[in-house]
């Protein structure tokens, strides 16, 4: 009989290195982190480092995030899912009772010099509740009583983004719902029958007065016709930025629609019109690679995943990251309205990256927990 240490069988180190670290998805983040602190430290120059700044200070905080997702066990998650929901409400309620208000919306609460927006730490509790209620009900998934029950989930913490208001948010949240119940054995029919109702109640609020809000009107009528005036000023600025980039930009921090300042929230929102115009095509090209490579990665976290739990809080982080950049790159590129969602490593926000840091800290332990495979 041979040996386990013969050719013909796999060795211990072997079974070992089927699982592990996912080095090449830790290093496309990275490489998104670089992106952004650079576009932050350009966006800066000559004026004020501020953003740069304190993104990197955000960057370090963010580790201890990191951490925490990376080294503890993702089944904890599932167990504390209860307290994790109930957490999730009491913030965004928090929210309504004490934030206060900017650009006509309440999104945030201060602590002292801190500045937190729960809204964000709540899309990947989301993921993680939601993940463990399909997983919990794994023998009943495929009953339309455990797919309402997990509308009634999502739509309370849905409808207290919308009061604050957040439309973009509450998106997100619908996306992560999606994304999970997609893996989750949730009979298809009634995902599209869901979605087919949100189209409806979509075009629904447009058309009953007092639903939407007379800004959001505007910005989709901005993708349409676009001049410096109100809601089309901001797009108009930014296909400005790329017109001028073309197809090899600018140059690094000679940006001049940056260097005026000629867009509102460039540093957030809008961070990608720096490397549009300072990079030109081929700057964006090479953020689009590193986007695509470390969705991939996350995917093949999803892919990989042989439990059901794992596989489907995968696919929720998956979904919200990648429903943030499309929507994000979207409406820059006057593709989609704009909604103010951020690009994920990029944009300038502590509890943005935070929230981005914890993914990734959470995909790398998921990873992790992959059971060797013989070959």
């Known amino acids: 009989m041979a040996s386990i240490s013969s050719p013909g069988f796999p060795t211990d180190a072997r079974l070992r290195t089927s699982r592990g670290f996912d080095g090449w998805l830790l290093l496309s983040a990275l490489i998104l982190l670089g992106f952004g602190l650079m576009s932050l430290y350009s966006v800066g120059a000559g004026r004020t480092d501020v953003y740069f700044r304190k993104q990197a200070i955000n960057v370090g905080i963010g580790l201890i995030p990191f951490a925490i997702f990376y080294f503890v066990r993702p089944m904890l998650w599932r167990r504390a899912a209860p307290v994790l929901y109930a957490t ?166 000679r940006g001049q629609q940056k260097e005026q300042g000629f867009i509102p929230e460039q540093h957030n929102d809008f961070i990608l019109t720096v490397i549009g115009e300072e990079g030109g095509l081929m700057g964006c090209g090479l953020l689009l690679l590193a986007y695509g490579f470390f969705f991939y990665r996350a995917w093949l976290v999803v892919l990989r995943a042989d439990e059901p739990y794992y596989r489907m809080v995968a696919a929720g982080i998956l979904g919200l990251l990648s429903f943030h950049t499309v929507v994000n790159m979207g409406m820059v590129l006057q593709l989609l309205p704009v909604v103010g969602l951020w690009l994920p490593f990029m944009s300038a926000g502590g509890t943005a990256i935070w929230l981005c840091m914890s993914c990734v800290g959470l995909l790398l332990n998921l990873r992790r927990q992959e059971r060797a495979l013989l070959f």
């Open 88 to 253: 999730s409400l009491v913030l965004l309620a928090a929210v309504l009772a004490l934030g206060f208000t900017a650009g006509g919306a309440k999104r945030w609460i201060e602590f002292g010099p801190i500045q937190f927006q729960p809204s964000e730490m709540v899309k990947l509790f989301l993921a993680l509740t939601l993940s463990a209620f399909y997983a919990n009900r794994q023998d009943v998934v495929h009953r339309f009583s455990t797919f309402a029950l997990s509308l009634a989930h999502v739509a309370l913490p849905v409808a207290m983004v919308l009061k604050q208001p957040h439309l973009g948010g509450a998106l997100v949240l619908l996306s992560i719902w999606l994304s999970v119940s997609l893996v989750s054995g949730v009979r298809l029919r009634f995902i599209l029958g869901a979605l087919g109702l949100v189209v409806f109640l979509g075009a629904a609020a447009w058309t009953i007065p007092g639903i939407l809000r007379p800004y959001h009107k505007e910005r989709v009528a901005a993708m349409f016709v676009t001049d410096e005036k109100d809601a089309d000023y901001q797009v108009f600025r930014a296909q400005v930025a790329f017109g001028v980039g073309g197809v090899s930009g600018s140059g690094f921090m």
